[in-house]
């Protein structure tokens, strides 16, 4: 094993300067050469079938299958003419990653000849198995029947690996009695909940908004590692983060990483990266290192939020691919390695018009001023009052090792506004206004017209869960692994029902006599007041926040299975009914998956953790302290005295009690892992794995570390130990 590590250094140093050598191509002469665009469907489409097509995208109508048969060959013709032999039905089951069955256009006829045949059918429909993905209790095995539906907001693309090229199309995946078994269904509902509820609102201010649709940007943070220095770690391949380690004496401490020039050999994998994105019509835009030690990030422009979504999901599998060709392995997980700084997935949402208002950004009038205060303060109030629904949506075994670790946003949902505008709330709060006003210029007498904001209007605030950044709110919670469809369909729902809220205490006011702005204006103070709490501008981390946001009422939910019982709560249900974005038993379902997946995993790294210490650390141990013993014996029998191996001897004794206590951790964390498993309840069994099974991951570290500090403290040669677990 000490062999195989060895090795694998000598493998990566020898790689750093293989690299590729790209053309200088324009990106603009290749970028979406891969998507079914709307350019492509007009080039293929009949005229008629194509405006037909644009105008029901537009107004979010189902397609007929006559327009999908005309479609469906018309894709198959663009298909076929760029290499494609199979089509796919690309969805996002409950599992975290993406799925896909492919079927070949390939059809044999009786006489023995063939054709390419894709029917409408096959284009709006296909019947994956429900029973072998993540469901809930909704599927059994023996009931199998589910489908995938075409998103026709989400263009096809064409994914090229192992020199085979299939057609991908983007659909839902619901089961035989119509429940949601992915994450993209909840989205589309939300997305449309919000659309309808944001332009009764904007309606108020503009009659010629007839859509509003939720813009997202997120930010993807990643690590690279050597393939062959990731093939020589059974704990990475395994769980895909180092469970053991050794520190390294140089990590983060000089902050010399971020921003830094980017390594060759990495930007060779970035800039191969961007031309295969590019051509799959993901619109990357930045890419610099991070904060850690070999962590890296790109960011691609704004886009529709179902779009923005899709395009990340299909990043990540892009980038897996691209890695390999460089023989580099991508990790996502939110904490791959301890004691410098894990990855998020930011993301940066708001509200744009069909008129292209960003319903986000102050204006320079005082129309204006009311309609950004109406939406900003909607969304404040939103966050404030389904806080705890927020942090579920970004609950995962491996965000728990990230939130609040000095480098990430606290499990405490705040929003962080800047001192600009945290004034301008304040004094809408406090200013005196006639109750009878006969024109706007008294209305808004003794309230300030919020100036016109730049992107830099505020300071940023990296402690900050969700903090406003000019012209859009940026949820920094959410974890590099994470699908973004699972926090921005929550952040959909809850600021629709807030604003649906919202509309009908301002009718009511007008109603009764008050003048619309002033309606507006009353409702908008009522709500500054009452979200008050959840405004924080300070440092995050510190223990004073805590003890204040104790004071304030809000929750500080440390771990994942604790943190998803808001699901099942009443108001989560009613919630999510009332919006038709999931009934109850669908909400109940995605807890029990949750659940699963959390205690899953850390019952993985139980697992890897014991045979770590019985195959690898238990045998170099016993190997090291062996050679003392040999050294003592040879001492003891050439007739020295007893001070030329006291040393000796302790040592050994010193390594003895450390690896016992290893040992013994290591078959007490089996035994509570066995209790967990035949608990029944799924909550129960996540909360004992939770507090029961992951402190001995901790233990069993500290007596390895004890272990390593014994031979550094001595200075002797390298150990085998240190030669099986390298640097993390």
């Not at 909840?186 to 944001?198: F, T």
């Not at 180092?242 to 990495?266: C, N, W």
């Not at 991070?290 to 299909?314: K, R, T």
């Not at 014991?610 to 238990?618: D, R």
């Amino acid at each position: 094993m000490s062999g195989l590590r060895f090795k694998a250094v000598e493998t990566a140093i020898s790689r750093l300067n293989n690299n590729k050598t790209h053309e200088t191509i324009k990106p603009s002469s290749y970028y979406c050469k891969n998507v079914f665009t709307t350019a492509k469907m007009k080039e293929y489409l009949p005229k008629n079938a194509y405006a037909e097509l644009i105008e029901t995208i537009d107004e979010g109508k189902a397609i007929s299958l006559d327009l999908a048969e005309h479609i469906s060959q018309a894709m198959k013709s663009w298909a076929i003419s760029n290499g494609v032999t199979h089509y796919t039905h690309w969805f996002q089951p409950l599992t975290g990653a993406t799925a896909e069955k492919h079927d070949a256009f390939f059809e044999p006829l009786p006489d023995g000849s063939a054709i390419d045949k894709f029917t409408a059918s096959a284009l709006v429909q296909q019947e994956p198995d429900a029973s072998s993905f993540p469901s809930g209790g909704i599927r059994n095995t023996f009931e199998a029947r589910g489908y995938t539906g075409w998103d026709p907001s989400s263009p096809a693309f064409i994914y090229e690996t192992g020199g085979s090229k299939t057609l991908c199309i983007p659909t839902i995946f619901v089961s035989y009695t119509g429940e949601a078994l992915d994450y993209k269904a909840p989205l589309l509902k939300a997305v449309n909940a919000l659309d309808k509820a944001a332009v009764e609102v904007a309606n108020f201010f503009d009659k010629s908004v007839t859509k509003v649709f939720a813009s997202l940007g997120i930010e993807q943070e990643y690590f690279l590692v050597d393939l062959a220095l990731f093939n020589a770690r059974p704990d990475l391949q395994l769980t895909g983060r180092t469970l053991f380690g050794h520190m390294s004496a140089k990590g983060q401490q000089l902050e010399d990483h971020y921003f830094g020039a980017i390594p060759e050999r990495v930007l060779a994998f970035m800039v191969d990266l961007e031309q295969e994105a590019l051509k799959l019509g993901i619109p990357l835009k930045t890419r610099h290192n991070e904060v850690a030690p070999s962590q890296f990030e790109c960011a691609p422009m704004f886009e529709e939020i179902n779009l923005a979504i899709d395009h990340n999901q299909l990043l990540l599998n892009v980038m897996e691919q691209v890695a390999l060709r460089h023989k580099f392995k991508v990790l996502i997980h939110e904490k791959p390695y301890a004691e410098i700084n894990g990855s998020g997935k930011h993301n940066n949402w708001s509200m744009i018009t069909n008129t292209g208002v960003n319903l986000l950004s102050p204006g320079k009038t005082p129309k204006n001023n009311l309609m950004f205060l109406s939406f900003f303060v909607n969304v404040i109030k939103a966050v404030h009052d389904h806080a705890d629904l927020l942090r579920a949506s970004i609950a995962s075994a491996a965000n728990d090792h990230r939130l609040g670790a000095n480098e990430a946003p606290p499990a405490i949902i705040s929003i962080f506004l800047g001192s600009q505008l945290n004034a301008v709330l304040d004094e809408v709060e406090t200013a005196r206004i006639a109750k009878k006003v006969k024109n706007e210029a008294l209305l808004w007498h003794g309230i300030p017209k919020i100036p016109e904001l730049h992107l830099d209007n505020t300071d940023r605030n990296r402690t900050s869960p969700f903090a406003f950044t000019g012209n859009k709110f940026e949820f920094r919670a959410v974890g590099s692994s994470a699908n973004s469809a699972s926090p921005m369909t929550v952040l959909s729902a809850i600021v629709a029902n807030q604003l649906t809220e919202f509309k009908l205490e301002v009718d009511k006011q007008i109603k009764k006599g008050t003048k619309k702005d002033l309606a507006l204006l009353n409702v908008v103070r009522k709500y500054i007041k009452e979200s008050k709490a959840i405004r924080f501008e300070g440092n995050g981390y510190s223990k004073e926040w805590e003890e204040e946001a104790h004071k304030r009422g809000l929750s500080n939910i440390k771990t994942t299975p604790k943190a998803l019982d808001v699901y099942i709560d009443e108001k989560t249900i009613t919630l999510f009914e009332k919006l038709s974005i999931l009934s109850k038993r669908e909400s109940e379902a995605r807890h029990e998956i949750l659940l699963e997946n959390y205690y899953k995993k850390i019952q993985i790294e139980a697992r890897v953790i014991g045979e770590i210490v019985s195959s690898l650390i238990g045998p170099a141990a016993f190997s090291y302290q062996n050679d003392l013993i040999a050294n003592v014996r040879g001492l003891k029998e050439l007739g020295f005295e007893t001070d030329a191996y006291g040393s000796q001897s302790n040592l050994i004794e010193r390594i003895s009690k450390h690896i016992n206590t290893i040992l013994l951790d290591a078959e007490a964390m089996r035994q509570e892992r066995k209790k967990a498993n035949v608990l029944e309840d799924v909550r129960d069994k996540a909360i004992a794995y939770d507090e029961k099974v992951k402190p001995y991951f901790d233990k069993i570290r500290y007596h390895l570390n004890k272990l390593e500090q014994i031979v550094d403290d001595r200075k002797w040669p390298l150990p085998k130990l240190r030669e099986l677990l390298f640097v993390r």
